[in-house]
């Protein structure tokens, strides 16, 4: 497991000193024993020195995921994290980084892997329809953020310390903008014995559907005590899951059994819904579904470092450089009222959702930023002259996210651009048309669809 000198040596100080008697990172986070440790990470428990409270401590080689190619897939496990909180899910409360560490201060989940409780045979009904409930609202939330996890199997759902289950390791998750033209996913990942079909066959897959089958196997396993699909070799438990390939033992329910049948269904467009599933008897005994909400922006806010940058999606990234150039002719075709062509090329553009300044576009980027604070949206990012705001109350269609291009026209004319990220579109119009736009007015020369200024 490691001695505490090796773990000492292994925490990397804000001021690149390092602190061997007490083990303490950031001046905030005292850590202590090793948890575990993968391929690019290892996990500390650690303590909040304010509060006292137990927190788990993933430490990642900053070097090593960049020479693997990996800083992508760190990123966007942060950015997973971030937009859930549900009590099913492990919680993120804070992301930190030196010259060559990220560090990942989590939720302490103590009661281990699940996968340890499985490897001692199967449960009795009611404790696997208690886990399997919690792991279906927990799926369910995620997939309402546009987030596909895609590597749900026992040994990534941990369980607290009163027995309830929490999903974790979101390094393989899927989010919207990963999705091709085609509306689906083609990255190969996941564990063979929890794979869906359809993402063996290499032809795109929707990544929601994916959880689903991946459940019905987990399902299953809590039930029977060991996998559907078992085979040796390879290839013929593929040929089993191309197929959905298995056999019930007796000591599963009828209504159970019912159930995972719908689960593992081979073809995705006939295999049960989350909706549905939780409309199911066996499902519904004894549920009562948890309050759930997204991460407020400060919640876990952006990184705190030390030396080098390290972009990830949490941080306000500034540079000097201009802001992008915007094509004369869709300028003119997009602001001019009585030559709007605009709906000829890109139907996305709505009336209202851009408009000229004569500002600097720093400027306006400033009073972007300032508005959307007075309107309760925290500021995700600030990039190349792009704004990502999200709101910090909950929608619909859960929060609303904005983004705000702004691009230079001509050498005195910077064009904005607003548009819907996530979330409901009215809410989104009436953002844009009571929030934003009287807000702006003493920097706005002409919205878009009016008459073009003089």
């Given at each position: 497991?490691?001695t505490q000198a090796?773990?000492?040596s292994?925490?990397?100080q804000p001021?690149g000193?390092?602190?061997v008697s007490r083990?303490v990172?950031?001046?905030?986070y005292?850590?202590g ?9 290892k996990v500390?428990h650690?303590?909040n020195?304010?509060t006292?409270e137990s927190?788990a401590i993933k ?12 800083m992508e897939?760190?990123?966007r496990?942060?950015s997973?994290m ?6 099913n899910?492990?919680?993120l409360?804070?992301v930190?980084?030196?010259?060559g560490?990220i560090f ?5 989940v103590?009661?281990?892997e699940?996968f340890?409780?499985v490897v ?5 009904e009611?404790a696997a329809?208690k ?6 609202s ?9 987030i596909s996890?895609?590597d749900l ?5 941990l ?6 289950l ?9 989010l919207?903008e990963?999705?091709?033209?085609d509306?689906?996913l083609?990255?190969?990942?996941g564990?063979p014995?929890?794979?869906a079909?359809?993402?063996l066959?290499?032809?795109?897959y929707?990544?929601a559907?994916?959880?689903?089958w991946s459940?019905?196997?987990?399902l299953y396993?809590l039930?029977a005590g060991y996998?559907?699909f078992q085979e ?7 040929r089993?899951?191309?197929k959905?390939?298995f056999?019930?033992?007796d000591c ?7 159930l995972?049948s719908?689960?593992?269904v ?8 989350i909706p549905?599933i939780m409309?199911t008897p066996?499902f519904?005994k004894?549920?009562t579904?948890p309050?759930?909400?997204s991460i ?5 806010g952006?990184?705190?470092e030390?030396?080098d940058?390290f ?7 500034r ?5 992008r150039?915007y094509?004369?002719f869709?300028f003119i ?7 709007d062509l605009s709906?000829l090329?890109e ?6 959702s ?5 500002c600097s576009a720093?400027a306006?980027?400033?009073k972007i930023e ?7 949206f925290?500021v995700l990012s ?11 109350s909950e929608?619909r269609?859960g ?7 702004v ?7 910077v064009?904005?651009?607003?548009s819907k990220?996530s979330?409901?579109t009215?809410?989104y119009k ?6 934003m736009?009287?807000a702006?007015?003493?920097?706005v020369?002409?919205w ?5 200024p003089?």
């Amino acid at each position: 497991m490691g001695t505490q000198a090796e773990m000492a040596s292994s925490v990397e100080q804000p001021n690149g000193q390092l602190n061997v008697s007490r083990n303490v990172i950031f001046g905030k986070y005292e850590m202590g024993r090793l948890l575990g440790q993968g391929t690019f990470a290892k996990v500390y428990h650690g303590k909040n020195l304010e509060t006292q409270e137990s927190v788990a401590i993933k430490v990642i080689n900053k070097d090593q995921v960049k020479k693997e190619g990996m800083m992508e897939q760190i990123k966007r496990e942060i950015s997973v994290m971030r937009l859930v909180r549900h009590p099913n899910v492990v919680e993120l409360k804070e992301v930190m980084a030196t010259r060559g560490k990220i560090f990942f201060v989590m939720e302490y989940v103590k009661g281990g892997e699940l996968f340890a409780k499985v490897v001692k045979g199967r449960f009795k009904e009611d404790a696997a329809r208690k886990y399997f409930q919690q792991l279906v609202s927990a799926v369910d939330f995620c997939h309402s953020r546009g987030i596909s996890h895609r590597d749900l199997k026992p040994e990534n759902l941990l369980l607290d310390e009163n027995e309830d289950l929490k999903v974790s390791d979101f390094g393989l998750s899927a989010l919207p903008e990963q999705l091709r033209n085609d509306g689906l996913l083609h990255t190969q990942c996941g564990t063979p014995a929890y794979v869906a079909p359809e993402v063996l066959r290499k032809k795109g897959y929707d990544g929601a559907k994916v959880d689903i089958w991946s459940s019905g196997v987990i399902l299953y396993v809590l039930l029977a005590g060991y996998l559907p699909f078992q085979e040796e070799n390879l290839m013929k438990m593929y040929r089993k899951v191309f197929k959905a390939e298995f056999e019930f033992p007796d000591c599963i329910s009828v209504d159970a059994k019912r159930l995972i049948s719908k689960l593992l269904v081979s073809d995705p467009e006939r295999r049960i819904t989350i909706p549905a599933i939780m409309r199911t008897p066996w499902f519904q005994k004894g549920f009562t579904k948890p309050v759930a909400f997204s991460i407020e922006e400060d919640a876990v806010g952006g990184f705190k470092e030390q030396g080098d940058s390290f972009s990830g999606e949490l941080e306000l990234v500034r540079s000097n450089s201009k802001p992008r150039f915007y094509n004369a002719f869709e300028f003119i075709s997009s602001m001019s009222s009585g030559f709007d062509l605009s709906s000829l090329f890109e139907s996305r553009r709505k009336s209202g959702s851009m408009f000229t300044s004569r500002c600097s576009a720093s400027a306006i980027v400033g009073k972007i930023e300032g508005v959307a604070k007075k309107l309760n949206f925290g500021v995700l990012s600030v990039k190349d002259y792009k704004v990502k705001l999200q709101g910090r109350s909950e929608g619909r269609k859960g929060k609303l996210g904005v983004t705000a291009d702004v691009f230079e026209v001509a050498p005195e004319v910077v064009l904005v651009e607003f548009s819907k990220s996530s979330g409901d579109t009215l809410e989104y119009k009436k953002f844009c048309e009571d929030g934003m736009r009287p807000a702006l007015k003493d920097i706005v020369w002409c919205w878009q669809g009016e008459e073009n200024p003089q």
